[in-house]
T-cell receptor, first 114, second 109 residues
C-alpha cells in the first residue's frame, strides 16, 4: 500500500540554524500539507500546497517558514532560523483529488531545537 | 469549519464494540463528517467519512443522525491496537484538517 514517507525521523538542531524537513507524498496525489504537534498538544495545520503554490497557511506559518516541491516528488518544509518553540513533531500529508479529504499522513519528523 | 464536541476519554473492553460519539450541531449542508485517529504520536490516520448516509469500511462504521447534528463511530470488535485518540472533524474537501482534542480511547484487556 502506498504511503507518505518523511526524513529524517528525528532532527536535532541549534537555535538559529536552518532545517529542511523532507516528505515524499504518495505518487499522483495533488494536495500537500504540513502540520505540527507540540508535545502534549493538538495537531496544528501549518500550510497547504496545490498546483505548485501555497493555497492556505496558518498564523504559525510566518516568514521563517517556506515550502517547496523541487522535483515533482519531494515536498519540503524549511525553517530558516529555528527557535526553541519550533520543537515539535512535523507531519506531512497528501491527498488525491478523488479522495475528498482523505489525507494520508506520514510518520512525522521530530524536531528538537536546543 | 463546524465545531465538534467529543468526550475526552472512553474505555472499552477488548473484543467489544467501541461507540465513540460526536456532536456537530452547526454542521452546514456541504460539510462532511470525518474521523481520524492518532496512535501514540504516530501520524494521524484516516478512518472514515460520510455526508448523511451511514457508512462502513474495513475499519469502522459511521452512523450519522438524520438531522446530521451528531454521529457515532463504531469499532465493531475493539483490539488493544485500537487504543488511540479519535478525532471527529467536520469540513469540506481538499481543505486543512482542523484537529481538536478528540476522544482518548483505551481498550482494556
Amino acid at each position: 500500500e502506498p504511503e507518505v514517507t518523511q526524513t529524517p525521523s528525528h532532527q536535532v538542531t541549534q537555535m538559529g540554524q536552518e532545517v529542511i524537513l523532507r516528505c515524499v507524498p504518495i505518487s499522483n496525489h495533488l494536495y500537500f500539507y504540513w502540520y505540527r504537534q507540540i508535545l502534549g498538544q493538538k495537531v496544528e495545520f501549518l500550510v497547504s500546497f496545490y498546483n505548485n503554490e501555497i493555497s492556505e497557511k496558518s498564523e504559525i506559518f510566518d516568514d521563517q517558514f517556506s515550502v517547496e516541491r523541487p522535483d515533482g516528488s519531494n515536498f519540503t518544509l524549511k525553517i530558516r532560523s529555528t527557535k526553541l518553540e519550533d520543537s515539535a513533531m512535523y507531519f506531512c500529508a497528501s491527498e488525491d483529488w478523488s479522495s475528498y479529504n482523505e489525507q494520508f499522513f506520514g510518520p512525522g519528523t521530530r524536531l528538537t531545537v536546543l | 469549519d463546524a465545531k465538534t464536541t467529543q468526550p475526552p476519554s472512553m474505555d472499552c473492553a477488548e473484543g467489544r464494540a467501541a461507540n465513540l460519539p460526536c456532536n456537530h450541531s452547526t454542521i452546514s449542508g456541504n460539510e462532511y463528517v470525518y474521523w481520524y485517529r492518532q496512535i501514540h504520536s504516530q501520524g494521524p490516520q484516516y478512518i472514515i467519512h460520510g455526508l448523511k448516509n451511514n457508512e462502513t469500511n474495513e475499519m469502522a462504521s459511521l452512523i450519522i443522525t438524520e438531522d446530521r447534528k451528531s454521529s457515532t463511530l463504531i469499532l465493531p470488535h475493539a483490539t488493544l491496537r485500537d487504543t488511540a485518540v479519535y478525532y471527529c472533524i467536520v469540513t469540506g474537501g481538499y481543505q486543512k484538517v482542523t484537529f481538536g482534542t478528540g476522544t482518548k480511547l483505551q481498550v482494556i484487556p
